[in-house]
């Protein structure tokens, strides 16, 4: 049983049994449509909102979500973009303002949305730049990042967030120590900086300290830290300045930055994931670092991937969700609390998923009826159903304010 392994700006990390503080990492940041699509309205559920893309948080205690109607939600203990100063909430907030949502990521204490007009709104902490408004000012409702530029897609991480605009760039701003913005530099930002290279991309994706992408013609390139093989070039750099290909040939499809890793899915629909292995968020059955893409056990066909801080997700080209890696707050969804899984493991409760995203110790996912699940580590109301009480199979998340 390893104690401690990782602490960050004071921000401790859950390990094994013991509940240390809070911490955090990236979370699924893409939608489930393409960039450029409008989301189709659907009829709400029998019980509950109609959901149509969630993000769980790298920070253990929240997450967010977006419902058919394009409106936004966030839970748990943090900033809700309410109004009102980080507190605790088991159910859904609505996000102030009257806006409406096209896709929204969590990030740790706090989010980020893109509404139908194209702008990207950021609310929560702001001690890095991380909402891009110019300001170092926490924000308790929803703000407009600077420049004015139009916005497809927008990824909160940790300290930093990039955004992809209609014109296939990417723009990155917040924390900047190793590169994470690809810039070219190391200097803190707080408004959009264009990330180098001059490479179109049609995803992007923030972890905690790298930043990973896919461009409009299949290539993956990641940035920033490359502590533990994360940006997956097969190169020992400390970090990259730039976007730096993903080693190997293959043409992609989907790529996630997560805390220490990374994982993408190729045009095959086969899943590779790289860097830290630990904790078997790999998901090559083995426990090791990796410097280059590794393929995941199992042999399954996957559509999209969600890289957390300590376990991986994805749903199949069946719509079927699996997870694997740490399990020890039941994230993985199996219906277990234990060890870590080095293969993938299939999310219990035989629910189809069009969507699935995972946080820190949890992960929630949305069905195609849009139905809303959640499940994992509770205490901080992150799973939205009501209570503080660990999940470890998908609970449905409850009515909120």
């Not at 290279?197 to 409009?216: D, I, K």
């Not at 078997?280 to 996957?302: E, Y």
């Not at 929630?364 to 009501?386: K, S």
Request: glycine share 16%; charged share 15%.
């Amino acid at each position: 049983m390893r104690v401690a392994r990782r602490n960050f700006r004071g921000v401790g990390v859950v390990v094994a049994v013991l509940v240390l503080s809070l911490f955090g990492c990236n979370d699924d940041s893409q939608s489930p449509m393409a960039p450029d699509d409008t989301p189709e309205l659907a009829a709400a559920t029998t019980t509950g909102r109609s959901w149509f893309q969630l993000s769980a948080s790298p920070d253990q205690n929240q997450s967010c979500g977006l419902t058919t109607d394009q409106r936004a939600y966030c839970w748990g203990n943090g900033y809700h973009g309410d109004g009102q100063s980080a507190n605790l909430s088991e159910t859904p907030v609505a996000v102030s303002g009257g806006l409406q949502f096209r896709q929204v990521s969590a990030g740790l204490r706090y989010a980020c949305g893109v509404t139908v007009e194209f702008t990207i709104y950021c609310w929560g902490d702001n001690s890095s730049g991380q909402l891009g408004d110019n300001t170092r000012n926490t924000r308790l409702s929803p703000v407009p990042v600077a420049g004015g530029r139009q916005y497809r897609l927008v990824a909160a991480g940790v300290f930093h967030t990039c955004g992809l605009t209609r014109s296939n760039r990417v723009f990155c701003w917040g924390e900047n120590n190793f590169g994470q913005l690809g810039d070219g530099t190391t200097s803190e930002r707080t408004a959009p900086v264009a990330v180098a290279g001059g490479l179109s991309f049609r995803l992007v994706s923030a972890g905690f300290l790298h930043t990973c992408g896919v461009t409009t013609t299949g290539g993956a390139f990641c940035w920033g830290d490359n502590a533990q093989g994360r940006l997956g070039d097969g190169s020992t750099a400390k970090f990259r300045l730039a976007p730096s290909a993903v080693a190997g040939s293959r043409s992609w499809i989907e790529i996630t930055a997560g805390w220490n890793h990374s994982c993408g899915v190729t045009s095959t629909h086969r899943a590779f994931c790289w860097g830290d292995g630990g904790d078997g968020q790999i998901g090559d059955g083995k426990t090791n670092q990796r410097w280059t893409p590794r393929l995941v056990a199992g042999g399954l066909s996957f559509d999209r991937l969600s890289a957390g801080v300590f376990h991986t997700c994805g749903e199949t080209s069946g719509n079927r969700a699996y997870c694997w890696g740490s399990n020890t707050y039941g994230g993985l969804g199996n219906g277990e609390a234990s060890d870590p899984r080095l293969t993938p493991q299939p999310v219990a409760g035989g629910h189809f998923f069009s969507q699935v995203s995972a946080g820190a110790f949890h992960s929630c996912g949305v069905t195609p009826e849009n139905q809303g699940f959640c499940w994992g580590y509770n205490a901080g109301g992150a799973l939205g159903d009501g209570t503080t009480e660990n999940r470890s199979e998908p609970t449905p998340i409850a009515g909120g304010s």
